[in-house]
T-cell receptor, first 112, second 111 residues
Framework: KAGVTQTPRYLIKTRGQQVTLSCSPISGHRSVSWYQQTPGQGLQFLFEYFSETQRNKGNFPGRFSGRQFSNSRSEMNVSTLELGDSALYLC???????????FGSGTQLSVL | DQQVKQNSPSLSVQEGRISILNCDYTNSMFDYFLWYKKYPAEGPTFLISISSIKDKNEDGRFTVFLNKSAKHLSLHIVSSQPGDSAVYFCAASSEGGKLIFGQGTELSVKP
């Protein structure tokens, strides 16, 4: 079974731009979660989608949004990028509940 | 509000010795706990988990201990090897909830 696939692997943007990150979960997994990893902060929960509906949400501003498609693939969008948005964005999938997660390799976003 | 805390950012251990990584949590509703291991430029991979109805779970060289009264869990790695060098994250969840991670502890196993 293929693992969780995230594209692109690396991304460089400038302040004020917007960005879309993509995630393809493991086949058969219906839950997709997104996390932001920054040094010293660990993995901060952004949101979780299940069957195209946002089921849980973290404490991030509205500039961070996401969606899930009928094939369980998910996208994450960040608008009006700030320097502090530079981070590794990780997508994870699971069959039903967002307990035992399987992670992708992440998208490394640099905002200049 | 950091509900899951790993207070040691780093740990250095000699090869062959035991590594002990610690994690504290504040939310008494958490009922499932996991440890993940992360190498640079890769996503975290699941290592071991424990349900709140148990106080110990073992898998090969890895053992997780849960002390519910102290809201504390620990990961013990016996016979530590250089290949165990990575960042270790503990995580916790409650039923139907999201997985909350700690800040991570970077383990370095020296030959």
């Amino acid at each position: 079974k293929a693992g969780v696939t995230q594209t692109p692997r690396y991304l460089i943007k400038t302040r004020g731009q917007q960005v879309t990150l993509s995630c393809s979960p493991i086949s058969g997994h219906r839950s997709v979660s997104w996390y932001q990893q920054t040094p010293g902060q660990g993995l901060q929960f952004l949101f979780e989608y299940f069957s195209e509906t946002q089921r849980n949400k973290g404490n991030f501003p509205g500039r961070f949004s996401g969606r899930q498609f009928s094939n369980s693939r998910s996208e994450m969008n960040v608008s009006t990028l700030e320097l502090g948005d530079s981070a590794l964005y990780l997508c994870a999938s699971s069959p039903q509940t967002a307990e035992k997660l399987f992670f992708g390799s992440g998208t490394q976003l640099s905002v200049l | 509000d950091q509900q899951v805390k790993q207070n040691s950012p780093s740990l250095s251990v000699q090869e062959g010795r035991i590594s002990i990584l610690n994690c504290d949590y504040t939310n008494s509703m958490f009922d499932y706990f996991l440890w993940y291991k992360k190498y640079p430029a890769e996503g975290p991979t699941f290592l071991i988990s424990i349900s709140s109805i148990k106080d110990k779970n073992e898998d090969g060289r890895f053992t997780v201990f849960l002390n519910k009264s102290a809201k504390h869990l620990s990961l013990h790695i016996v016979s530590s090897q250089p290949g165990d060098s990575a960042v270790y994250f503990c995580a916790a969840s409650s039923e139907g909830g999201k997985l909350i991670f700690g800040q991570g502890t970077e383990l370095s196993v020296k030959p």
